[in-house]
């Protein structure tokens, strides 16, 4: 996938200027950036969610996993249900949550959640989506040092065939990545 001089404006304010890179079929790649540069406004437009003002994205599969900034978690369902959402089985849905060390909460609502669980829940989700690029908005948002390395772990198992594009402020996360781009 090659992303090719992608520009963005929001109500006259230059988000992304002219970024450029070309990306592996496999790894992970990090994107960093202080907070308001442009890092989601990029996943957004790889996945194809946003069109950018000028440059273009090429090469993207049709079929991408997202896990959002923002959880986006159905509340009127358990967490089970939140993952299956995707259209995945039971046992690969419990597998993840197990992985993630939330598999106790299959049955739980969303709202008695912590942030962090929510968090994992969201991840799950998209890591049970079937594509050959995820892409994950600070995936390790409101979790403490030591979940956060067990979410960097499962990243990597589950995403071993395939790209993950992975933006974060977290220095755990991005030291992991084969590739880190700045913006």
Not at 23 to 45: A, D
Not at 61 to 73: G, I, K, T, V, Y
Request: glycine letters at 10%; a negative charge.
């Amino acid at each position: 996938m090659r992303i090719l001089d992608v520009s963005k404006s929001f109500d006259g304010s230059l988000v992304l200027d002219g970024f450029s890179a070309t990306l592996p079929e496999r790894g992970i790649v990090g994107i960093s950036g202080p907070s308001g540069i442009g890092k989601t406004t990029l996943l957004r437009i790889v996945a194809g969610l946003e069109e950018p003002d000028s440059g273009s994205v090429e090469g993207a599969p049709s079929r991408m996993a997202m896990q959002f900034e923002d959880d986006r978690l159905f509340p009127w369902m358990n967490v089970m249900d939140n993952v299956m959402l995707v259209g995945c089985s039971d046992s690969r849905a419990r597998s993840l949550l197990d992985s993630l060390g939330i598999g106790d909460k299959a049955d739980a609502a969303i709202g008695s959640l912590s942030g962090g669980q929510r968090r994992r829940v969201a991840l799950a989700r998209a890591l049970a989506y079937p594509a050959p690029v995820m892409i994950l908005d600070e995936p390790t948002a409101r979790l403490d040092a030591e979940t956060a390395g067990l979410v960097v772990r499962v990243i990597e198992r589950e995403c071993a065939g395939g790209l993950a594009i992975v933006a974060s402020h977290d220095d755990a996360v991005l030291c992991r990545c084969n590739k880190v781009y700045s913006i």
